[in-house]
């Protein structure tokens, strides 16, 4: 039977089912004409190695109680197709939509670290694991590393008004920053390094800031945040300081995905247990937050200047 009369008899308007049908001719008679068993369409799915990286990527970031849009979901799939890559991934929104959807990260409210965290486990670490691990070091030689991310131009989300009043208000601003601090058991404070959207960011310029001389790292990725490659490059050098000083430490750092790195010859990395870090990191006891009241201090002068200039401005001469 030709191809044109099977279409007619059967009503196929398309040269192509045909065809697709006739391939799986010996599947089709080989089953009962009885048999009711539903069959299962098993559908793999594209970049299905880039999904399983960014679904890590965002666990890791759940864990660490860090806040991720939608545009950074899409950035780290681009970099992660980058990093491995694969060819033809354009992290569309339609892609990312379809991810969100599949594991329901649209509805999950998330709780952060704490709410899983076991004290008993943490206590159980403190006293047993880490006498072990410290005891060839002093006091001096361990150290400790972790994150924070700011939206530094993000105003307040809450303004004081008369009762009854109500206020409309802007759109927020997510440009951010990553800082990672660095600091041993002695008190003693590496510069930190900032991580930002631009190699060369104009507010330096018009500040006539001397990035090498500014007392911190600089490093720079669309997303502004942690990155393998960067924390590499910033272990090894501290490794080739700890190398000129002759001294070898002890670097605690949580498990974070960009941190997954070897240990190097002068600086030995141990993991935190998982889940665990808001318990027994000591950056988590009061270091960040000291920082973060600081930077809110700051903003509250900036942005109290600002307004002190709008209302001369408006003042009748």
């Not at 600089?218 to 090894?236: H, Q």
């Amino acid at each position: 039977m030709c191809l044109s009369e099977v279409m007619r008899i059967f009503n196929i308007k398309s040269k192509t089912t045909v065809r697709r049908l006739d391939k799986k001719r010996e599947l089709f008679l080989s089953t009962p004409e009885d048999d009711k068993t539903p069959k299962k369409i098993i559908t793999i799915r594209k970049f299905e190695e880039v999904e399983k990286v960014l679904l890590k990527f965002v666990e890791d970031c759940h864990a660490r109680d860090m806040p991720l849009s939608r545009n950074d979901l899409k950035q780290e799939a681009l970099d992660i197709a980058q990093r491995l890559q694969i060819k033809g991934f354009t992290g569309s929104n339609g892609w990312v939509h379809k991810f969100m959807k599949r594991y329901d990260l649209g509805s999950v409210v998330l709780h952060g670290e704490e709410a899983s965290a076991s004290q008993d486990v943490a206590d159980s670490w403190i006293s047993n694991d880490i006498p072990t691990i410290i005891q060839s070091y002093k006091n001096e030689d361990i150290f400790n590393c972790d994150e924070t991310g700011t939206q530094y131009r993000a105003l307040p989300k809450k303004t004081l008004t008369k009762k009854g009043q109500k206020k409309k208000g802007g759109k927020v601003n997510k440009e951010r920053l990553s800082v990672l601090f660095c600091c041993s058991a002695a008190g003693k404070k590496l510069p930190p390094l900032i991580i930002g959207n631009w190699t060369k960011p104009r507010f330096f310029t018009k500040a006539k800031l001397d990035i090498q001389k500014a007392g911190f790292s600089w490093y720079a990725n669309s997303t502004a945040w942690m990155k393998t490659g960067i924390f590499e490059e910033w272990l090894t050098n501290l490794n080739n300081s700890m190398k000129a000083q002759k001294r070898k430490i002890l670097l605690l750092l949580d498990n974070f995905s960009a941190h997954r790195v070897d240990s190097k010859s002068n600086v030995r990395l141990v993991f935190l247990p998982p889940n665990l870090t808001s318990k027994v990191q000591p950056l988590d006891k009061g270091i960040i937050a000291s920082y973060k009241k600081y930077e809110q201090r700051f903003k509250a002068e900036e942005r109290a200047s600002i307004i002190s200039v709008e209302t001369s401005k408006k003042e009748p001469l």
